[in-house]
């Protein structure tokens, strides 16, 4: 059953392309890591994440300026980078194909370095030893705002207490948060034969 279920789950390229259809032009990135319980092992010390002091999976997600998840990739080894992650599944450049752009945290910034017409947009870091101007404190308080949404998303997916008690090789979690996102985006048995409104 967790096999069929996370079969159907929403594809990037199909999350994009429907967005695009219906109108929209911005979607909200981020990252998360989802805690794992320790073993030892090398695999375990590629899971051990400094940035929370703790062992972990990435896991990056889109939702809708409403905050509905939309997306989750392939859970990682929480030592990766989030923008390693998104590299990995060519993100900027399928949202580039879909006319998208996406609003992100400044964990993302350098993910995308065109500075014209950029598909991923952050905030700005301050310069080390200086003041962030007013204007891009500005901008930072803005994208902060907009973004506010994404919590609710990932709360959504840390609720989920079996994968906090995970112990299990990275495509067994995968498959688990991919079938807590196609929970939320609509009913089993829906989902299951095929008659919801797939993306």
Wanted: hydrophobic share 45%; charged share 25%.
């Amino acid at each position: 059953m967790i096999e069929l279920l996370a079969a159907r789950a929403p594809r990037l390229e199909r999350v994009l392309a429907k967005i695009a259809r219906e109108g929209g032009s911005v979607v909200l990135l981020d990252g998360s890591l989802i805690p794992t319980q320790r073993r030892t092992g090398l695999p375990m010390k590629r899971r051990w994440w400094a940035k929370h002091k703790r062992h972990g999976l990435l896991v990056i997600a889109l939702t809708d300026v409403r905050g509905r998840l939309l997306w989750t990739s392939t859970a990682r080894p929480a030592r990766g980078s989030e923008i390693t992650a998104c590299r990995h599944d060519d993100l900027v450049g399928r949202l580039r194909e879909a006319g998208l752009a996406a609003i992100a945290d400044l964990g993302f910034v350098g993910l995308d370095n065109e500075m014209g017409d950029p598909a991923v947009i952050t905030g700005y870091k301050k310069p080390k030893g200086k003041k962030l101007p007013p204007a891009r404190k500005l901008v930072n308080q803005l994208i902060a705002a907009e973004r506010a949404v994404c919590e609710h998303a990932f709360a959504h997916l840390k609720n989920w207490r079996v994968l906090t008690k995970l112990r299990l090789d990275v495509k067994w979690a995968t498959r688990l948060v991919r079938v807590s996102t196609i929970m939320k985006l609509g009913s089993v048995a829906d989902l299951v034969i095929g008659q919801s409104g797939s993306l």
